[in-house]
């Protein structure tokens, strides 16, 4: 008995040692833990509750087929323990995965939103608070799911020793019906010999004799040796055949009063055991489900009463408390100190010589203008575009241009309507014939030329004849990496900033290409180590097609290739393979063995691309049109242009597994 009650020992501690259904540990009213009391298991069901279903179990159980009918149970509640068990384990899975996921989620968003870019105020303040109550809700999912995978390591514990249990009580049980079935079938055999040579006694006894004499082996025998012979046989044949009676009977009554109900009992114990474990984790399964859904819903609405945090908002409350119209008056308002004095109107004063020609009579005693004058007059007007120009002596003519030059300098502060194209201006100084005086909506359109676009001060001292003083384009990365000490090239971190920022719904991204001009000044601003920040679009003159252009401009200027020419034959080898998952597992080992500074810039890139294809809604840019775009400009041109489309299946199979190469922390 001390082998049949170790198994059942084992397997009950181990369905006691995980959380009771409220998920605290057990403990009487004293504080004592009740981890030391015995395990009552519960009695077992018996179909039915009239006397007759229980004399039916009873004579069952007693039968030959009452063990096998007991350990082919017991395997069914192993399989349904086992079966619980995995439904443990991947929802538990499921849970922490969500869980971890929401907490990341968390985390990112509670720091983009201390960006300056973004809203601030009641908005982010409650924004915060929002976070945080997710934080909380994924908070109980970690919980829940830890519970989850103790749970599961419980049931699977308590499964393991109920088969070993089973196997044992298998092998007992049944080993010892087997010897009575043995001993039984014995028996019949020695009673069908018995019963031969009683027959064969009987007929030489009574008369029932053949002629002659019987021969045997030592030669003829006669009858009466015969019959003595046969009666010598028959007595020991019913002694065998008793013997072997009463050795079974022997057999058959250890098994029916000793060996059959320890085994039926021990059986029944290992089955009540397992089924009754099941339903305690069940039991939990289901209160841990309460649980969960009851602590994320006061995360979501705190109950409001006494011995509760006042303090304490529900998401709802939280949201409503956004103030717009406050954020957005104070914004405006902390730029009062910017504001300055408001400058005097601006109005316009046109010169009495730029006005309509009137028809004058004889009598008007104004004097015409001769085109000497009307000549000086336009001279006052060319000089305002060639300040160079030698200075004349003060004149009318030359106030007028003076008031002229003043609206061109401040083109910004007109109020006249700008028009979508640039206008056209009369060729001043190659007129051969003198000027006449123009109509007044020259001047207007004159004013209302557009300001000329203003260029960042740190560009004017560039010059693309001059070499740089801090090459960036044309350098490989391990040497950016020995000079700078960044795994990432800051040209390349500025530009997928940028469009991440401003060029994520920009249709045609990374395709289109940028003002060649912008890419040239934003390589000779890098190239000559200027200080650089892409966050102000006015860096980039508000061109992020130019910013795309220029990040592969400089992956195309390597000298060796991001994926580099070492590698190049196996990525492509690794390319042709048909099957998605070894391909993909191809790449990533290959991509394990890039250097460091080329792994650390292509995670950059992939995570970023990845983004990208994420706003292909908006965009147009999925994974395949912008593996056409890096495929060449990543792996180099190799020999065989036939490559050119293995090249774009390599890129667009590592956006496709990002998450799987590469990690997105």
Not at 256 to 282: F, H, W, Y
Request: proline fraction near 7%.
């Amino acid at each position: 008995m001390d082998n049949r009650d170790s198994p059942n020992r084992s397997s009950t501690d181990v369905s006691r040692s995980g959380p009771t259904p409220n998920g605290f540990s057990t403990q009487n009213q004293n504080g004592a833990s009740l981890e030391s009391e015995s395990y009552q298991p519960p009695k077992p069901a018996v179909p039915g509750n009239g006397n007759e279903s229980s004399g039916v179990v009873d004579a069952i159980l007693q039968s030959d087929i009452g063990i096998n009918t007991l350990l082919s149970r017991l395997k069914q509640s192993v399989a349904s323990a086992r079966e619980f068990a995995a439904f443990l384990k991947k929802r538990s899975t499921l849970e922490e995965e969500h869980a971890q996921g929401l907490k990341k989620l968390c985390k990112g968003s509670h720091e983009t939103s201390r960006r300056s870019d973004n809203r601030q105020g009641s908005y982010v303040q409650h924004y915060n608070e929002v976070i945080g109550i997710h934080d909380r809700l994924a908070e109980n999912g970690v919980h829940f799911a830890l519970s989850l995978h103790q749970m599961h390591e419980d049931l699977h514990d308590l499964a393991t020793n109920i088969e070993r249990g089973r196997k044992q009580w298998k092998q007992t049980g049944l080993s010892a019906e087997k010897r009575v079935q043995d001993t039984e079938a014995l028996v019949e055999k020695a009673k069908t010999k018995y019963d031969s040579l009683a027959e064969d006694y009987d007929r030489a006894r009574t008369g029932d004799k053949q002629s002659g004499r019987v021969f045997g082996l030592k030669g003829p025998k006669s009858a009466a040796q015969h019959e003595e012979d046969l009666h010598r046989k028959m007595q020991a044949a019913d002694s065998d055949y008793s013997s072997k009676v009463q050795t079974a009977q022997m057999q058959r009554q250890e098994l029916v009063s000793t060996q059959r109900p320890q085994a039926v009992k021990a059986i029944l114990e290992l089955i009540n055991e397992c089924d009754a474990g099941l339903t305690l984790q069940m039991q939990k399964f289901a209160s841990f489900n309460e649980k969960l859904l009851l602590s994320n819903g006061l995360c979501v609405s705190p109950l409001k009463g006494q011995g509760n945090n006042q303090a304490q908002l529900s998401l709802r409350e939280v949201v409503f408390q956004i103030n717009n119209g406050e954020d957005l008056n104070n914004y405006i308002a902390s730029f009062s100190s910017r504001a300055g004095q408001r400058s005097a109107e601006v109005k316009y004063q046109p010169h009495p010589s730029l006005g309509p020609t009137q028809q004058l009579s004889p009598t008007d005693p104004r004097p015409q203008l001769d085109p000497s004058t009307q000549s000086n007059a336009h001279v006052g007007l060319r000089q305002v575009s060639n300040p160079d120009q030698s200075q004349v002596p003060p004149s009318p003519q030359r106030q007028v241009g003076a008031a002229e030059s003043n609206l061109l300098s401040n083109p910004t502060e007109q109020t006249y309507p700008e028009s979508p194209r640039q206008p056209t201006f009369s060729p001043v100084g190659s007129i051969a014939a003198p000027p006449q005086l123009p109509h007044p909506q020259f001047s207007v359109s004159t004013y209302s030329q557009p300001p000329v676009p203003t260029t960042t001060p740190h560009n004017d001292h560039l010059h693309s004849d001059l070499p740089p003083l801090r090459p960036v384009f044309g350098v490989s990365l391990d040497d950016l990496l020995k000079r700078d000490g960044s795994a990432i090239p800051l040209v390349v971190y500025q530009c997928l900033q940028a469009v991440e920022l401003f060029g994520l719904d920009v249709e045609g991204i990374y395709r289109l290409s940028g003002s060649a001009p912008h890419v040239w000044r934003l390589r000779a601003m890098f190239d000559n180590g200027s200080q650089v920040d892409f966050r102000n679009p006015e860096s980039f003159f508000h061109d992020v097609n130019s910013v795309a252009g220029l990040l592969k401009q400089f992956f195309r200027d390597l000298p060796d290739p991001l994926l580099t020419h070492e590698h190049f034959q196996d990525f492509i080898e690794a390319a042709r393979i048909e099957d998605d998952v070894t391909r993909r597992d191809s790449l990533h080992a290959i991509v394990n063995s890039l250097p460091d500074p080329n792994y650390a810039t292509l995670r950059a890139l992939t995570l970023h691309l990845h983004r990208v294809q994420e706003h292909s809604n908006a965009n147009r840019m999925n994974a395949g049109n912008l593996a056409i775009c890096f495929g060449p400009t990543l792996m180099g041109t190799g020999s065989n242009i036939a490559d050119a489309g293995w090249q774009v299946r390599v890129v667009e199979t590592i956006l496709h597994n990002t998450y799987q190469i590469f990690d997105d922390d």
